[in-house]
């Protein structure tokens, strides 16, 4: 009996000192911007998720970008990008897809319309952003000239006003200025969960190398414990093979 009893302490001491789980809900910061001295637009993630580019930016050459993130409906990016097409303004994009979200759910548990973050960007750099009131704190948004940065789950207001203003301090390829905003915020705090990936997307109407390609950059590191040390490797290796076209 006594040594039962010494197996039931030890069992719930383990289980007692082990980490929490990590949150359900994805804890990211993004920023999407645009260079009207070249006409890409574009955008740059960075969260504690793997693979985060996989579902978060969208872009389109002469139509714009979206961010989707926090509870995240992943529809919401080109549902976006066609309603920028048929010339629907960012402002008013934000809220026709919130309104028209069914808020189904997922796999049979809550998954709330209330706590999605979303932001858009057209192609001459006008954009909207929302952080809905369910979103995982600390979440939020912050815009600045030619760009709007966004996250939740960070160490606070200053991820989003950091990466603001690195992206309008920094000069160089949008590429270049979409990373230091990332660093930035990284070095205010981040996501408060850590880091794991990260990714970028920029676009231009046949921009890219090859023919009829308007992918400018497109760069994912999926599961790295240093994400935006990978990122910045390949931004900055792109830079020094390939010449931006005007």
């Avoid at 999926?222 to 792109?238: F, G, I």
């Amino acid at each position: 009996m006594q040594r039962g009893l010494t197996s039931i302490l030890l069992i719930v001491t383990l289980a007692a000192s082990l980490p929490a789980e990590q949150p359900d809900f994805p804890g990211t910061f993004s920023i999407l911007a645009y260079d009207p001295a070249t006409g890409e637009i574009g955008g740059a993630v960075q969260s504690r998720v793997f693979s985060v580019g996989n579902g978060v930016l969208w872009a389109e050459a002469d139509t714009g970008v979206a961010a989707t993130q926090a509870i995240v409906d992943v529809s919401y990016g080109p549902k976006a990008l066609a309603l920028l097409r048929q010339g629907v303004k960012p402002d008013a994009i934000v809220k026709q897809i919130l309104d028209g979200d069914p808020d189904p759910g997922l796999n049979g548990r809550p998954w709330p319309r209330a706590g999605r973050q979303f932001a858009v960007m057209d192609a001459k750099g006008n954009y909207a952003a929302h952080t809905g009131p369910e979103a995982t704190k600390w979440a939020g948004h912050k815009g600045g000239t030619f760009c709007t940065a966004q996250g939740n789950i960070l160490a606070g207001e200053a991820v989003v006003a950091g990466m603001v203003e690195a992206f309008e301090k920094t000069t160089g390829h949008l590429s270049l200025r979409l990373m230091a905003a990332l660093d930035a915020g990284q070095a205010a705090g981040g996501d408060t969960r850590g880091k794991q990936s990260a990714a970028m997307l920029i676009v231009k109407k046949d921009g890219g190398v090859w023919l009829h390609n308007d992918v400018v950059l497109r760069l994912q590191v999926d599961d790295n414990p240093e994400p935006l040390n990978e990122l910045r490797r390949l931004v900055e290796m792109n830079a020094r093979r390939v010449r931006p076209r005007q």
